[in-house]
């Protein structure tokens, strides 16, 4: 019973940081350039994740680091939510993002090593499928429902757009505290969930360097990380922005989408073809090999993105045609993302692999990170239409760091 909450609980404040924020932000009057700038830095927690998460294991069991972060996190809405309203908004506001993201990030660390305690073998498998579906139904939830509710409120309350914002903060808080409670009592007590005793900082200092040398000893090192921070160059560019045009006004160029509007295209639509497309490259990729759907995977990641540039040209006023563009998009994306999960199990192969596996997590956050921190600015300079064919031209990046890659064709085949 633990299990979706836990799950819930994962993605809701990571979905809260890098996309309702985008949304909060724009309607309160920030740039294009600022909200990029600012929102890519949240980022950062994820990316330096495997510095700090030996010590999880050192200082205190991991059922204490969930219930722990989730208060934080709980606090975090609520400190968003306070803020809001104030003259001090956006220094209050991204402080308890930063709270949220680092509290959200160490979360992560505890609750995926608290599946593999509080579970056998059996139940891992058994379990898989669903911690995910409630991972997407939080994204769900997250930048679909909630935003459609913040637009629902500006109705209500005629267009009072910060109290909106703050009502929803609060409704949050409120959710995300029940979770903790509901975790107090359902979370279990495995015997191995014990701090790792006579295990010193140098030891973890120790243990760390090491496992960060091999690293970069493995065959392929540089073809791997360059593949790892330059594959998602064009959506590490397009995330952000694709989300602004959607409900930038057509005077500045956007669609003029209302939140409840967006809620739907990106938050319900959106994540449907984002999961559709991520379970059929699972499958074909366990049936086939990796190998034999790298390119159609790097195809899917990389041309549905033309969709953008239509809409910037064409403006669509007609919901089904914009709803359409967005899931031909995001299925491409989800399809296409297989292809780089995969790679990272393969490069994480060998000794330390779950060390390895973290650093290759951290490369991945970097690889939307850095694009996104310049992202807006350039979409200021060019306008949205040349910026989305700036986005097609960086898909030959893509296509550059994959013809280099190294790959067994029996890896992800069923044996």
Known sequence: MWVPTLYFAEGLPYVAVMTISLILYKQLGLSNAQITFYTSWLYLPWVIKPLWSPFVDVVKTKRWWILTMEVLIGAAFGGVAFTIPTSFWLQGSLFFFWVMAFSSATHDIAADGFYM?????????????????????????????????????QVLYRGAISYSWSLMFYLVMGIFL???????????????????RGTSFGDIMHESLSTFVTFFQK???????LFMLLYRMPEG?????????????????????????YGLVQGTVGVIGLTIGGILGGILASRDGL??????????ITLPDVVYVYMSYALPDNLLVVNACVFVEQFGYGFGFTAYMLYLIYYSRGAFKTAHYAFCTAFMALSMMIPGLFA????????????????????????????????????GKKS
């Open 117 to 153: 305690l509080g579970l056998n073998a059996h139940q891992q498998t058994f379990y898989v499928g669903i911690r995910s579906t409630f991972y997407r139904l939080a994204t769900i939830f997250g930048q679909g429902i909630l935003v459609m509710i913040a637009g629902n409120l």
């Open 178 to 196: 029940c979770l903790w409670l509901w975790h107090c009592v359902s979370l279990p007590h495995p015997a191995e969930d014990e701090p790792r």
């Open 219 to 225: 065959p392929q090192w540089l073809v791997g990380v």
């Open 237 to 261: 560019l397009l995330a952000k922005v694709s989300s602004l045009f959607l409900v930038d006004s057509p005077s500045a160029g956007g669609l003029g989408l209302s939140p409840q509007e």
């Open 291 to 300: 190998k034999k759907w790298l390119w159609p995977m790097v195809l899917s």
């Open 376 to 411: 807006g600015a350039l979409q200021e300079l060019v306008g949205y239409r040349h910026f989305f064919i700036i986005v097609m031209i960086c898909c030959a990046v893509t296509f550059i760091v994959t013809a280099f890659l190294k790959i067994d064709p029996d890896f």
